[in-house]
């Protein structure tokens, strides 16, 4: 039974991975998944970014950020509101390029391989995901999901990508980034993205609560403990907002590494994404850095090897 309930939480653990890199369409989501964030547009960009003002400027993060939550019947989802310190064209042209996107993706811990290709018309992302240590690739979990560009005008940029099924019962996985220029060379960035999933996936949460998860929290303070300490939500609104935040750390890197020559771009951000998780240890500390180097230049080695 042990043996059982172990292998089921590893197998959450992968497919909570899966949350953090699919992503949503321009289409409706299923009836039993969590509704799509609606693409505000420039209006409503800048209408939260108003509104958020206090928790930009006052909260755990120590950077401007606002991070959110929720989970429903079957469904989960997770925002992130962000003000970059990078010019707005320059944000709109890494992130609207799909080329980029594996680039970014495979700074994340779990994420083995990324490779992009066309099919029927489409552009398509093909994903390897799996432990957090060095694996072949028939060792992981493929997902192809599917690339799609949106709005992109002089004050305003939205892109999004899907995948419709994952691993057990999960699917619906979609991803939605939009963004706004902001005085000063900065930049407003909102990064969401939301996930169903099925009884089995329920089994394989309470199997990975019970082992390898039963320590992991999220961010959003739940309660406070007499000493007035914060104790932080668990289970998978805690998954969300950890591989949320890991996502958008990387999207930051990314950036970062492009006042770099390119040949120093990849240790660039590899440096800044472990340090910026570092900064997070509670939550998001898994292996030393040199494990975590040396297991992405050879993952980088190996997708560009294949891609090339």
């Excluded at 064209?89 to 980029?100: D, F, K, S």
């Excluded at 290709?117 to 992981?140: F, N, P, W, Y």
Aim: contains cysteine.
């Amino acid at each position: 039974m042990r043996s059982r309930l172990y292998r089921l939480a590893v197998e959450f653990s992968l497919f909570i991975l899966l949350a953090s890199v699919l992503a949503a369409g321009m289409r409706p989501a299923r009836a039993d998944g969590p509704a799509a964030t609606p693409l505000t547009g420039a209006a409503g960009m800048k209408a939260q970014y108003e509104e958020l003002q206090g928790e930009l400027n006052n909260n755990q993060f120590h950077r401007p950020l606002y991070l959110n939550s929720s989970e429903g019947s079957g469904a989960v989802k997770g925002d992130i509101y962000a003000v970059l310190s990078y010019p707005f064209a320059q944000v709109r042209e890494a992130l609207g390029t799909p080329e980029n996107w594996c680039d970014i993706l495979i700074l994340h811990l779990n994420t083995k391989y990324c490779r992009l290709s066309a099919a029927q018309g489409k552009t398509m992302l093909r994903m390897h995901v799996g432990k957090k240590i060095e694996q072949d690739l028939s060792d992981t979990y493929r997902v192809d999901f599917t690339y799609h560009g949106g709005a992109s005008a002089g004050e305003y940029f939205s892109s999004s990508m899907q995948a419709d099924k994952g691993p057990l019962d999960t699917g619906n996985y979609r991803i939605q980034i939009e963004a706004i220029p902001l005085p000063e060379g900065r930049s407003f960035l909102l990064l969401t993205y939301a996930y169903s999933y099925g009884m089995a996936s329920k089994l394989a949460l309470r199997a990975y609560l019970m082992t390898v998860g039963r320590d992991k929290v999220g961010f959003t303070v739940a309660r406070r403990n007499a000493d007035g300490q914060p104790e932080y939500v668990a289970g998978t609104r805690a998954t969300v907002e950890r591989n949320t935040m890991r996502y958008y750390l990387a999207i930051d890197a990314y950036l970062a590494g492009l006042a770099t020559p390119p040949g120093q771009r990849l240790e660039t951000r590899l440096d800044t994404w472990f340090a910026a998780t570092e900064q997070y240890s509670r939550q998001l500390h898994e292996v030393d850095k040199e494990s975590y180097l040396s297991m992405k230049r050879n993952e980088y080695a190996r997708q560009q090897k294949q891609m090339d």
